[in-house]
């Protein structure tokens, strides 16, 4: 994938990793967009990156996605990449009733709204001389997190989704690609300067590393365990991930 000259959509820029990959995209002469539901923040970090660019958006809602596909195309004809990156991830616990909303919430941001903003953007993507999808997953699509069961299912979901929508743009000009990181020290959680999460900086810069090159799926070399344990034994990692985290807690909250 090129990183230079492109315009390119991210969801979910307005912290963590999609900022992270705004900014360093951006540094590098691309035309960045970036989309968020707090105009507030749009406005704050688009003053901090001169060039840059943002739209209103709530991943989570069809209208806001029809709207904001409608603006891109019509405001940025060059739009040429979309990054597919808004996520939440909230803790559940599935041995007992979970929370309805909270968990179609979670389906609806991670997995519908990828898929809805993409439908929106392909035909627009497929009339460009050269283009990419790029959609975030995470390691917890191989090695599911129990304590965020219904994200990690979700993350498997759009990493499958990922596959077909690969498979079927293959004769278009429009390259898919797969971000699947490890646990990164954002605020998807809690930014909590846990020293066994990755640092933001190095795993952007490893990511875009790893863009650059051919491979579809790009993992930083924390996340290759993790994306190598699918297969009949799988079930002995997640067992021990799992047991590690029952005795040594993820941080949630300040």
């Known amino acids: 994938m090129q990183l230079s000259d492109n315009t390119i ?11 992270g ?19 507030t923040l749009l406005d704050e970090i688009t003053r901090a990156n001169p060039g840059m660019r943002s739209i209103e958006l709530d991943i989570a809602d069809a209208a806001s996605i029809d709207r904001a596909a409608a603006t891109l195309v019509a405001d940025y004809p060059a739009l040429n990449v979309l990054i597919n990156n808004a996520g939440i991830m909230p803790f559940d616990d599935v041995s007992t009733a979970i929370d309805e909303a909270t968990a179609l919430s979670t389906i609806d941001t991670n997995l519908i709204g990828p898929i809805r903003m993409t439908s929106a953007l392909v035909g627009h993507l497929k009339r460009q001389p050269r283009a990419a999808i ?22 498997a979901a759009l990493h499958s989704y990922t596959m077909s929508l690969r498979f079927m743009l293959r004769n278009t ?30 795993f952007v810069a490893e990511t875009l590393q790893g863009l650059a090159g051919e491979r579809e799926e790009v993992l930083v070399e924390m996340a290759q ?30």
């Open 9 to 19: 959509f991210i969801t979910g820029g307005t912290s963590g990793i999609g900022r």
């Open 21 to 39: 990959l705004a900014e360093a995209l951006h540094k590098l002469g691309n035309q960045v967009i970036i989309g968020g539901r707090r105009k």
């Open 134 to 155: 790029v959609n975030n997953t995470s390691v917890v699509a191989y090695v599911p997190l129990a304590t965020t069961a219904v994200y990690s299912a979700t993350k």
């Open 173 to 202: 000009n429009v390259e898919v690609r797969e971000i699947a990181p490890p646990w990164v020290n954002t605020d998807l959680i809690y930014k909590s300067g846990d020293p066994r999460a990755m640092a933001l900086e190095p």
């Open 225 to 254: 365990a993790a994306r190598n344990n699918p297969g009949p034994g799988e079930h002995k990692m997640i067992n021990e991930l799992n047991l590690y985290f029952v005795d040594n807690p993820i941080p949630v909250g300040a």
